[in-house]
């Protein structure tokens, strides 16, 4: 039986995104009666971020090392659950999701993701290969996307953390990593992440670094070049259309 819950969210300048995101982790967590902590990695926002958080009752460290995968095992470091979220920012988790992902690993789960649903418009053609990009990841590589992916505690510390070798798809490398310590299981349950990427940036960026992930795996990011509108990326300051 899971006897305590970690809830870890990594935030670079996420004033906007942030207060809501957790809202859905406190509210979801709350229903389902675990023990639990939130706990926000704050990687050297220049932002309300760390306040905003702090208003909704989350622990925040303070961490300055713009690398995702670094700053998510900053945050698993100073946590005390034994079963681990790692909860993107800009992502809502819904209790029913909650609930299937404990389910998971008290019938064995080594870890696990969800089914991404996008919490506003992105375009019919971006929905489109979203949706056929996450049938490939999620359903027939079996990867958690990056927003949401859990972990036993003793799985996740077994697995080596995250790849701090990796500037992106640092997730792929865990579900990989994870894989070897027992089953892992990519729910049916969604989470709600923000298109604003698909919304601010041209296919034409998207694409060939989609194509480029999955002919070459995560190796291609070990190196930060390219990765600008990822890390130094736009940020929404007004609320998008919504589905």
């Given at each position: ?12 300048n996420?004033?906007f995104e942030i ?52 700053v ?5 470091k100073v ?9 993107d920012?800009d992502t ?20 696990g993701?969800a ?7 992105v ?12 049938y ?9 996307a990056?927003?949401?992916i859990f972990?036993?505690r ?12 990796l ?6 490398a865990?579900?990989?990593a994870?894989?070897r ?13 923000s ?5 601010m ?8 670094l ?12 070990r190196?930060?070049?390219g ?6 990326g736009?940020r929404e300051?007004r ?5």
């Open positions: 039986m899971i006897s305590f819950i970690s809830f870890i969210v990594p935030a670079h996420e004033a207060g809501a995101a957790l809202e859905s982790v406190f509210r979801s967590a709350r229903a389902v009666g675990c023990p639990f902590e939130v706990i926000v990695a704050n990687d050297a926002s220049t932002d309300q971020t760390a306040d905003i958080a702090r208003g909704t009752g989350a622990r925040v460290i303070d961490v300055s090392l713009r690398k995702i995968s670094a998510r095992n900053a945050g698993a946590s005390t659950g034994d079963l681990l979220f790692f909860i920012a809502h988790l819904q209790e029913a999701t909650l609930r299937a992902a404990i389910r998971a690993v008290e019938r064995g789960a080594a870890g993701g089914s991404i649903s996008f919490s506003d418009h375009g019919r053609f971006n929905q489109i290969a979203i949706q056929l990009f996450s490939v990841y999620g359903r027939i590589l079996g990867w958690a990056g927003c949401f972990a036993r003793d799985a996740f510390e077994s697995a080596g953390g995250f790849d701090e070798t500037y992106a798809c640092e997730e792929v865990l579900s990989l994870l894989k310590q027992g089953p892992f299981t990519v729910l049916r349950e969604t989470v709600l992440t298109g604003r990427k698909l919304r940036y041209s296919p034409f960026l998207i694409i060939p989609t194509l480029r992930f999955l002919r070459y795996g995560p190796a291609i990011f190196e930060r070049r990765l600008e509108w990822w890390y130094e736009k300051s609320s998008p259309p919504q589905l």
